[in-house]
Nanobody, 116 residues
């Protein structure tokens, strides 16, 4: 099993920045890819950023150019999400995820609120 512990999140003004992090523990050797999903009220959970074990990243169009995902595989597998130029529509619960072909793990979610 893998445990994912998220930190960061909170309330920020529109146009501001926020950083999320997610640390994996347990059987981290089962992880290939890591990423961030978000779910706004009344909407489906969507994948907004992902990064492979080789550091190749992908972004949803809605966050491209504003968000940056990075990963530290050195000692402990940690994935970060730097969110810049936040908009009100970025408000959601953000979930960290880690997966491979065989496994999929989820964090508990962290709230991001954006005020006008």
């Amino acid at each position: 099993q893998v445990q994912l512990e998220e930190s960061g999140g909170g309330l920020v003004q529109a146009g501001g920045s926020l950083s999320l992090s997610c640390a994996a523990s347990g059987k981290i050797f089962t992880i290939d890819n890591m990423g961030w999903y978000r779910q706004a009220p009344g909407k489906q959970r969507e994948l907004i950023a992902s990064i492979t074990s080789d550091g190749v990243s992908n972004y949803a169009d809605s966050v491209k150019g504003r968000f940056a995902i990075s990963r530290d595989n050195a000692k402990k597998m940690v994935v970060y999400l730097q969110m810049n130029s936040l908009k009100r529509e970025d408000a959601a619960i953000y979930y960290c995820s880690a997966w491979s072909n065989e496994y999929e793990y989820w964090g508990q979610g962290t709230q991001v609120a954006v005020s006008s």
